[in-house]
Structures are given as C-alpha cells and as structure tokens.
C-alpha cells in the first residue's frame, strides 16, 4: 500500500506554481522564437519574418524577470547568516554554468574528436558565419580562454 512520505518542505504555493509553468512556456516560446530574428538564408519574406519574431519575442520576453521575482518571493525573508546563504547557492549555480561553458567553448573540437564533418559547426552556430569552422585544438582553445576572460 502507498504511503506518502512525510513532507519537512514547506508547502506549495499554487500561484507561484502557475506563474512559473507560465513562464517556462514563455521560455521555451523565447528560444524557439531566435531563429526568427536570426534568419540565416535569404527570402522574400525576410522583413515580415522578422517583425513577427521581434513581435513574438518582445511578448514572451518578460519569463525572466518572472523567474527572478519568484526566486526573490520564495527565498525572502532570508533568515540565515549572508556568507552561508550565498555559499549555498553559488554552488548550484557556478559549477553547472562553469562546465556548460567549457563544452561550449570546446564543441568544435569535440566535433573534430568525434570524426564529424566541419560542416556540423555551421549547422549548430548558423549564426557565426563562417567564424566557427576549425576543428583545431588551438580553435577551441582559444575560445575557452577567451571566454575565461570574462570569468
């Protein structure tokens, strides 16, 4: 027979549970709009497609400042001292993005390592131009210390 463990959260808020489905689909709406801004190939429709990406993206764009009130209305009031709060939650944040920006910056490699063709790259970054090409060590390299840089 089930039996639900006992729950020591604390419990769910239905509208901050709604407002954050809300937003996940405005985020997914967001991303999937890019290509719209972005189009890579010539057409006679260029024009209009922009001006409905920039319309589409322009009404799901506020989903950030979404996820950024909801964060602020369920971790305030903060009731321990700073340095372990933000010690808590740097952690959940750095490690992740550390590591998704080296695959980043190393993708052109990986591809090279992985025996695919050059051509992949202009398929995953069509909007570099032809600045993303090399497979090289070196390529990647360089763009994973330029990107240190910024850290």
């Given at each position: 027979m089930?039996?639900?463990?006992?729950?020591?959260?604390?419990?769910?808020?239905?509208?901050?549970?709604t407002v954050r489905l809300v937003a996940f689909l405005m985020l997914?709406?967001?991303?999937?709009?890019?290509?719209?801004n972005f189009c890579p190939?010539?057409?006679?429709?260029l024009e209009q497609i922009?001006?409905?990406?920039?319309?589409?993206?322009?009404?799901?764009?506020?989903?950030?400042?979404?996820?950024?009130m909801m964060t602020g209305?369920?971790?305030?009031?903060?009731?321990?001292?700073?340095?372990?709060f933000c010690k808590k939650r740097i952690g959940r944040v750095l490690w992740p993005f550390l590591i998704w920006s080296a695959v980043y910056a190393l993708f052109p490699w990986l591809t090279?390592?992985?025996?695919?063709?050059?051509?992949?790259?202009?398929?995953?970054?069509?909007?570099?131009?032809?600045?993303?090409?090399?497979q090289a060590w070196a390529t990647s390299a360089a763009y994973l210390a330029l990107r240190s840089r910024f850290y």
């Open positions: 089930y039996q639900p463990l006992p729950s020591t959260s604390r419990p769910r808020i239905v509208w901050i549970d997914v709406c967001c991303h999937c709009g890019d290509s719209f190939f010539p057409t006679p429709q922009k001006l409905w990406g920039a319309v589409w993206g322009s009404a799901v764009r506020p989903c950030v400042p979404l996820f950024v209305a369920l971790l305030l009031p903060v009731r321990q001292a700073a340095v372990p090279g390592v992985a025996g695919l063709d050059a051509d992949v790259i202009q398929a995953v970054f069509p909007y570099n131009g032809d600045a993303v090409g090399s």
